[in-house]
């Protein structure tokens, strides 16, 4: 076999986790012959993806091939220094990192809904969908059907909708069901690369969904983008208010500046006799970002339609009713106050 027909198998073996194969991630650095023996080289990075397109290169090839790897030369992360962080997303003049200290709070409803309202102010605006946990922003934002794409230069082509640019984690799996297996290593380098190659053009804002609580890819992005505000999501009840303030603590750790608190599902006014019921108690978010001295931006009721709208791709912000739309634009015209 020659290094053209080798080329041509190595192209059919996708990269582990995406649906573009090894050549075109560029990772074959080399095949070169040895002692009637192909030689393939391989540059990555991540123990785990190596092993596997290793393995898969063996079985189709047999014996004919030895597989060998140069690590790529790391750039610079300087772990443990979120106090100067790297910046791999030179092209966003703000970050904004929307994050809870548990799921189910509304973070990624509020992500999308906070965009849309800066878009809706004339700002350029990319939104990153990093929860790998439970990556929903295509199915918030009607941008569900769509795949991965690449362009010209190899660059992943984002979605648009509503007037904003969106990637999300889930366009690396085959249907909504599928699960992202990730360890943490293979998730931040999956983040990394839609951050570095992802072409969003010059962003206003890029805003990040990030997964929930208080773990390692909240540290590694906090490395390697320099946060302009984490925007945190709680709602009321003394079980979410626990969570929330650990997550505020480890921003306050790794020198993340807060933007501020949103409260969702604050309350809930009854359709048919307006009563208003404080389902999930009262007055816990403002007490919260009292207590450790951060902005609170605003209050989200709890809202049937706002389920419905996120539900069918059509976010309130821009398609629900007066009320809908003027709590998120309080909420953003808040955070313009704290950051611009
Ligand atoms: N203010 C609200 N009123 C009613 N439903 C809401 C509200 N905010 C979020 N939801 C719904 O609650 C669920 C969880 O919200 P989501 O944004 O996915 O939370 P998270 O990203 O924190 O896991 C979704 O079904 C969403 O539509
Ligand atoms: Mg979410």
């Known amino acids: 076999m020659n290094k053209k027909s080798f080329l041509k198998e190595l192209e059919k073996i996708k990269y582990p986790g995406l649906e573009k194969s090894i050549v075109q991630m560029k990772v074959v650095k080399e095949i ?179 997964p929930p609580g208080t773990g390692d890819i909240q540290l590694t992005m906090a490395q390697e983008l320099p946060i302009t505000a984490g925007v945190i999501v709680t709602t009321p009840q003394p079980v979410a208010l626990d969570d929330v303030s650990r997550a505020i603590m480890m921003f306050k750790d790794i020198n993340v500046p807060i933007g501020g608190l949103v409260e969702n599902m604050s309350y809930f006014i009854a359709p048919d006799t307006k009563k208003r019921y404080d389902i999930f108690g009262s007055g816990g978010g403002e007490e919260i970002a009292r207590r450790y001295s951060i902005p609170f931006l605003g209050q989200i009721p709890l809202d049937m339609q706002i389920r419905e709208f996120s539900d069918k791709g059509t976010p309130p912000v821009a398609l629900g009713n007066s009320d809908q739309k003027s709590c998120y634009k309080q909420i953003v015209k808040n955070l313009l106050n704290e950051i611009v």
């Open 32 to 210: 070169t012959s040895k002692n009637g023996k192909a030689i393939i080289l391989l540059s990555m990075q991540n123990d785990e993806a190596y092993l596997k397109v290793k393995s898969t290169i063996e079985d189709t090839f047999g014996d004919s091939v030895k597989v060998k790897r140069v690590t790529p030369i790391k750039k610079s992360i300087n772990y443990g220094n979120t106090s100067c962080p790297n910046n791999r997303a030179p092209y966003a003049k703000r970050v904004i990192a929307v994050t809870s200290g548990k799921g189910g709070v509304g973070k990624s409803t509020v992500s999308v809904n906070l965009s849309i309202a800066l878009a809706q102010k004339g700002f350029k605006i990319g939104l990153l969908d990093a929860d790998v946990y439970g990556p929903n922003i295509p199915r918030m934002i009607g941008t569900a059907h769509e795949k991965l794409q690449w362009n010209e230069n190899d660059k992943i082509v984002p979605s648009e909708n509503f007037g904003i640019k969106i990637m999300s984690v889930a366009m690396t799996t085959p249907s909504s069901d599928t699960p992202l297996v990730w360890r943490s290593s293979v998730a931040v380098s999956a983040l990394i690369q839609f951050l570095e190659d992802v072409e969003w053009g010059d962003l206003d804002f890029l805003v990040i969904d990030m």
